[in-house]
């Protein structure tokens, strides 16, 4: 026991022992990379279709609700971050996402995105049905959309 102690106070003075234990510093500022959060775990980023409104309303048609909104999800995230820079990052939750876009978009904004994230959590977690018309949903976003292009032109 005395030798083990002994062994032990030797290398805690020497510290030659230790000094190759030492941790990675972490960087202060790492790179984060935006991309939209993987709340869509069942859709791959390479299978998405170039139209993703249309595609949404193609799934609606077929009454796949989660993937309608899904799609209509993504490009409103895209949206978001291209036109406002929202940084959102892969592990985000809904409500994550949604505090990062509240404090970039306008007010209009803020209410489709509220519209989309409560039908979102209803139909993907819920399993619940919409009880609203989808197809104003998808006026309500192409809307928002429009309006910021026709801002940027202007400008």
């Not at 209803?122 to 292009?149: P, R, T, Y």
């Amino acid at each position: 026991v005395l030798f083990v102690l002994w062994l032990v106070y030797l290398l805690v003075k020497k510290r030659g022992f230790f000094l190759a234990l030492e941790l990675p510093k972490r960087q202060k500022n790492q790179h984060r990379e935006h991309m939209i959060p993987t709340m869509f775990a069942d859709i791959k980023p390479q299978d998405l279709p170039e139209d993703l409104i249309a595609a949404a309303r193609s799934a609606h048609q077929e009454n796949n609700q989660r993937l309608a909104l899904a799609y209509l999800l993504h490009y409103s995230l895209r949206w978001a971050q291209s036109t406002h820079q929202v940084k959102l990052h892969r592990s985000m939750t809904e409500t994550e996402c949604k505090s990062a876009i509240d404090a970039k978009v306008t007010e209009q904004s803020k209410d489709v995105f509220t519209q989309l994230f409560s039908a979102w959590v209803k139909v993907a977690w819920g399993h619940q049905s919409l009880n609203f018309d989808f197809n104003v949903l998808i006026a309500q976003i192409e809307a928002m959309a429009s309006a910021n292009k026709e801002q940027i032109n202007e400008a």
